[in-house]
């Protein structure tokens, strides 16, 4: 489960070929220290370090931060230089080392973290056990899931309408869900009964399937943000699903990232552009054009 991300920005610092300690703060449960020095005069070369410790919010069960760290040069020596981060147990350092057109400067970094934290899924059956607040039954592979109709029907279009005086299943006491597994229906349904689940790289694509098809608009959102701002998931597979399941900003982040020919042409050779809408081929065909 993510939260919002965490955001600081660096005092400005000089920096020549000594090997300088710059800075050592703490923000929101984070603490960093930032070194850096210019360790090659022909050409020019800079090597920056950043050490975190963020045993402050192990203990609030965050279990890793993912995001980006930029470092920048005051007088424009270098271009912004930009890092992910995946911060975890056993990886609390990151370095990046490049040119610049002087051997001294003024410069400061800036992280965004975004905290992920440790969420016990209950069990199945916890989940769906009789009780007061349940009133119907689904049946999945065989197996009953307790469930109530008013609350199902508020997160899902497609069980209000299920459950109506329209459909004979909503008058029945046990309901058949068929041709989807148990695993796949309980998951979908775990992102909001009892307690909000959230996704990951495992689950993202049969999230996204589930809530197309259940017409649960919620599971699409938390998706849509996961993919915007914590996944991993390469830029192909990833513009695919944004253009699958209906998530513009996602799309238009992903046709930005298209920015070399080389990245449009291993596109254009993955398995997933062949099944992209006319209408994504035609800004990727845009994307290049403008290239050339």
């Known amino acids: 489960m993510a939260r919002d991300a965490i955001e600081y920005k660096s005092d400005i610092y000089y920096i020549d070929s000594s090997n300088h ?3 050592t703060a703490s923000h929101k449960g984070i603490k960093c220290t930032w070194t850096g020095k210019c360790v090659n005069l022909t050409p020019y070369r800079f090597s920056y370090k950043w050490k975190f410790d963020w045993d402050e919010l192990k203990n609030e069960r965050v279990d890793k931060l993912t995001g980006h760290i930029t470092v920048c040069s005051r007088n424009q ?3 912004p ?3 992910d981060v995946e ?3 056993n990886k609390q350092e990151f370095a ?3 040119e610049c057109r002087n051997n001294t400067d003024t410069v400061y970094y800036q992280y965004s973290l975004t905290p992920h934290y440790i969420f016990e ?3 199945d059956d916890e989940m769906f056990a009789p009780s007061d607040q349940n009133d119907t039954i689904l049946v999945v592979e065989g197996k009953k899931l307790h ?3 008013a609350f199902l029907s508020y997160h899902s279009e497609y069980f209000r309408a299920l459950f109506s005086s329209n459909f004979k299943e909503g008058q029945m006491d046990e309901i058949p869900i068929e041709d989807v597994s148990f695993g796949d229906f309980a998951l979908l349904l775990s992102t909001f009964y009892p307690n909000p689940v959230f996704p990951n790289e495992e689950t993202v694509e049969t999230l996204l399937e589930m809530g197309r098809r259940f017409l649960v608009s919620s599971a699409i959102r938390i998706s849509d943000y996961h993919l915007m701002n914590n996944s991993k998931i390469n830029n192909g597979k990833m513009l695919w699903m944004a253009d699958e399941y209906g998530m513009p900003e996602l799309l238009e982040k992903c046709i930005r990232e298209l920015d070399t020919v080389d990245k449009v042409k291993k596109l254009h050779q993955s398995p997933e552009y062949e099944m992209l809408s006319d209408n994504t081929k035609v800004k990727v065909l845009d994307i290049l054009i403008k290239m050339i």
Do not use: A, D, H
Request: net charge neutral.
């Open 21 to 23: 300690v710059m800075e």
């Open 77 to 79: 020596w270098f271009p």
């Open 81 to 83: 230089m930009k890092i």
């Open 87 to 89: 911060l975890t147990e």
């Open 96 to 98: 990046i080392e490049f």
């Open 121 to 123: 899924k209950p069990s």
């Open 147 to 149: 469930v109530s109709k």
